[in-house]
């Protein structure tokens, strides 16, 4: 199906392990994004890509890794969770002027 | 980017026509106003965008002032379904600068 898709859609991890977000989209979207929803903050952006092997840090960067081998892909990797790192987050991607798609999200817990 | 300004809540009847405001008196003449929804847990879902002159889609209407100082998103009929927060976004970059404030908490009323 065309579309974005993250997955997994929800995730318990324990403090300090290290955990992959993945994101997939279908459209050959130059950018995306990784952005995390908290109660009282919205959403803020991690890291974005505007190209395969090209990426750059957002407003909350720290703790997250991110990698963009291929276009379609952009996983989110938490090297060593931490409870403040427990959010949603959203994956989207865009091309030119149209905007931004957002995926379903993942719900990560670290407990 | 500009700053974009919203009222934190609304209430609207169901059917009847919700006018979303959203004030960007600093935008520049490059930037697009961008509306979104976000339904309760689900990722924020694109609306509509403009520049310069009014725009409709299957969705709503969106109306820029003559100064682009201001806009106003319409849902023409709303339904429950429509209840969400709206955020209104100025950007000229689509890419790096997209910032999501805390938007219009938009309740439907039956």
């Known amino acids: 199906d065309a579309g974005i898709t993250q997955s997994p859609r929800y995730k318990i991890t324990e403090t300090g392990r290290q955990v992959t977000l993945m994101c997939h989209q279908t459209?050959?979207?130059?950018?995306m994004f990784w952005y995390r929803q908290d109660l009282g903050h919205g959403l803020r952006l991690i890291y974005y890509s505007a190209a395969a092997d090209i990426t750059d840090k957002g407003e909350v960067p720290d703790g997250y890794v991110v990698s963009r081998s291929k276009t379609e892909n952009f996983p989110l990797t938490l090297e060593s969770a931490t409870r403040s790192q427990t959010s949603v987050y959203f994956c989207?991607?865009?091309?030119?002027?149209?905007?931004?798609?957002f995926g379903s999200g993942t719900r990560l817990t670290v407990v | 980017d500009a700053k974009t300004t919203q009222p934190t809540s609304m209430d609207c009847a169901e059917g009847r026509a919700a006018n979303l405001p959203c004030n960007h008196s600093t935008i520049s003449g490059n930037e697009y106003v961008y509306w979104y929804r976000q339904i309760h847990s689900q990722g924020p879902q694109y609306i509509i965008h403009?520049?310069?002159n009014n725009e409709t889609n299957e969705m709503a209407s969106l109306i820029i002032t003559e100064d682009r100082k201001s806009s106003t998103l319409i849902l023409p009929h709303a339904t429950l379904r429509d209840t969400a927060v709206y955020y209104c976004i100025a950007s000229d970059n689509y890419g790096q600068n997209f910032v999501f404030g805390p938007g219009t908490r938009l309740s439907v009323l039956p």
């Open positions: 989207a991607s865009s091309e030119r002027v149209r905007g931004y798609t």
């Open positions: 459209w050959s979207h130059s950018y």
């Open positions: 403009g520049l310069k």
